[in-house]
């Protein structure tokens, strides 16, 4: 990490903002936490421009507000200017000052750069002015810059401005307004979560997006009320490929060293067995036996015992490679459920401010968030993301480093993990499957379940190494049902949110080759069980072809490391149980009535009376 990023992340972990309605401070990253928002950064309290701003803001800020994304403004003043400003033009929003920066940042220093030494700002050319920083807006790579005033455009949207009324307040006795007006702002759309979906930063003064465009990227709905396309969400895709079938690689089995060894070792010590018994001269039925099999053994060429030694090998090796499971998962080898505000604190605490997860994008430095660059200026990641690759290993797999990160999660305050475990999952589920995309189908995010279980904090995630338990069918399923019995007692217990819950168990040492035997296996073994205590459990990985519900030639069961994923059911996942094995269906159908038949609520009402009619046609209930 530069310099650079060392002292922003360092910022970022202890900056503080003063709320104008009361003065108190406010942590910056506590802001987006836990809800969506849109982020406005204004150039000063005193700027005809920042009010031009806000009077285009207000105009959306009820559509804004009806679905929880509320508007805050970040500038630079004392509290009561901020207030004095929210009341002259009926602000609505939160606003926020930076306490770094009051209403003398813009001062004349006699000595120009030479004194204002490294806390000069970003343009060298400035020689005339302080150039001090406000460190909110620094966190924000905002630009500042003498040339901001001096901009072509800036003369005319100002004189423009004029003609409709809107003038900068009078400085005060000293000369100053109440902010820097050599420092520009920009806008952003943060959260839940240290997510950033959309940034506009301004060049020059009155530089400001389009409010509609803000809307769109908050919303995930354009002014024609079709679904916003995020650039993230679309290089997800185009990563997993989801648009088409993928051709599951020819793999070859291949038994750990251990077992080979085992086997070999089993077989030659039946052979040394044989050889002895077959020079033994006791006369006893046996011994005639042996003796018989071993002139047998004898007239056979070397070369086909050579063969059979190594078949009998490989035979028993594949045995106990489908019965053993190694390790057990003691309670010390549990891996640790963490949530998405667990991971961002921990990557904050580990200085870690990049993700690879697509290989394009780089972090605002505050708490990591994430926003889209030009991939070709980002230095080659240590672990990066690949294309679906036929081959049978990981090539982004790694010990985790226990001592990195430390930060506690909900279950154990003292647990350390490593961010980066955690980061490309998350990612991938902040910004795609929280995400419309057009191959969906349908309105709304590619998984609707998503976005409030990241807003509720609820969606648990445990990165399951071959150091816990062996990556076998029946290791990837002791894992399976360890989480499946701690679902119920995982907060929240009670009220909607408890529908939110999920579990995400990620695989990290399973070849993306082997997902579909080890993965796509377990999930239909537990199906049943799961369904019966209404739940859902569900394989993804690289190669599942599965297609969507709406759009038959759209895979959205494809995650950039093989997992299985635990949920409550609702009513709609009936589509999911119609499968082609008829014993396997009428087992997942009766279950489902089990679970809803009772309901009230005419939703569901709806998809059990299709459910009986499904049972009823696939032979009735089961015994």
């Known amino acids: 990490m530069t310099p650079t990023r060392n002292r922003r992340r360092s910022a970022a972990a202890s900056l503080t903002l003063r709320a104008a309605s009361d003065g108190r401070p406010v942590w910056i990253p506590s802001i987006w936490a836990h809800r969506r928002v849109v982020l406005v950064f204004l150039r000063h309290l005193a700027c005809r ?7 285009a803001m207000n105009t959306v800020a009820a559509k804004l507000e009806a679905l929880d994304i ?4 970040i500038s630079m003043g004392s509290p009561a200017q901020a207030r004095e400003l929210s009341k002259k033009l009926g602000l609505v929003g939160t606003i926020y000052v930076d306490p770094d920066a009051g209403g003398t940042v813009a001062e004349l220093k006699a000595g120009g750069d030479e004194a204002a030494g490294e806390s000069s700002g970003t343009d060298g050319q400035d020689g005339t002015y302080s150039r001090q920083r406000a460190q909110a807006y620094a966190l924000f790579s905002l630009l500042r810059s003498e040339r901001t005033t001096r901009h072509e455009k800036t003369v005319e949207l100002a004189t423009a401005l004029i003609g409709k009324g809107i003038e900068d307040d009078e400085p005060d006795s000293r000369g100053a307004w109440p902010g820097d007006i050599f420092q520009v702002g920009g806008v952003f759309v943060l959260g839940p979560g240290n997510t950033c979906d959309y940034s506009y ?20 709905v354009t002014n024609e009320g079709s679904d916003f396309l995020y650039p993230t969400a679309q290089r997800w895709a185009n990563l997993l490929q989801v648009d088409e079938v993928v051709a599951l690689p020819f793999r070859f089995w291949r038994p750990s060293f251990s ?7 089993a077989v030659g010590m039946i052979a040394v067995v044989l050889r002895v018994l077959s020079r033994s001269t006791a006369d006893t039925t046996s011994g005639v036996i042996v003796d018989q099999l071993a002139s047998q053994l004898s007239e056979i060429h070397p070369a086909w015992l050579y063969t059979a030694l190594v078949v009998c090998t490989v035979f028993l090796a594949a045995l106990l490679e489908w019965t053993i499971v190694g390790p057990t998962l003691s309670e010390d080898d549990i891996p640790a459920l963490v949530t998405p505000e667990v991971v961002d604190r921990a990557a904050l605490d580990a200085g870690i401010v990049d993700c690879d997860c697509a290989g394009d994008m780089e972090a605002i430095p505050v708490l990591g968030l994430q926003d889209i660059v030009d991939a070709s200026e980002l230095p080659r990641p240590a672990t990066p993301s690949r294309p679906i690759s036929r081959s049978n290993s990981r090539p982004n797999s790694r010990p985790p480093s226990p001592t990195l990160g430390r930060s506690p ?12 475990d955690f980061r490309e999952m998350l990612c991938y589920v902040r910004y795609f499957l929280a995400r419309p995309h057009p191959s969906v189908g349908r309105p709304g995010p590619v998984c609707p379940f998503v976005p409030q279980s990241l807003k509720k904090n609820c969606i648990y995630f445990a990165v399951i190494r071959d150091s816990h338990v062996s990556m076998t069918k029946q290791g990837v399923r002791m894992v399976a049902e360890h989480f499946l019995s701690r679902f119920e007692q995982l907060p929240p217990l009670e009220g909607r949110a408890r529908q939110y819950k999920a579990i995400v168990m990620v695989f990290p040492d399973i070849a993306d080759a082997d997902a579909p035997r080890l993965i796509d296996s377990v999930q239909l073994e537990l199906k049943a069980a799961c369904v019966a205590r209404g739940l859902m459990i569900g394989e993804f990985h690289r190669f599942n072809n599965t297609p969507g519900l ?5 895979y959205p069961l494809r995650t950039p490391t093989p997992c299985l994923a635990i949920r409550h059911m609702v009513p709609t996942d009936l589509a999911f149980l119609n499968i082609d094995d008829v014993e396997l269906r009428r087992k997942f159908l009766t279950a489902f009535l089990g679970v809803f038949k009772a309901s009230p609520k005419e939703s569901e009402k709806e998809a059990v009376r299709k459910a009986e009619i499904m049972l009823k046609e696939a032979g009735g209930p089961l015994c």
Do not use: W
Not at 70 to 73: F, G, Q
Not at 550 to 554: I, L, M, P, Q, V
């Open 49 to 55: 421009f920042c009010k031009e701003q806000i009077l």
């Open 70 to 73: 509320p508007i805050v403004y």
């Open 201 to 220: 930063r301004s060049q020059y003064a009155g530089d400001h997006p389009d409010v509609s465009e803000v809307v769109a990227a908050a919303t995930g």
């Open 259 to 265: 077992v080979i060894a085992l086997c070999f070792i």
């Open 409 to 420: 999660t909900q279950e154990d305050p003292a647990m350390v993990i490593d961010p980066r």
């Open 550 to 554: 709406r759009n038959e030639h759209f």
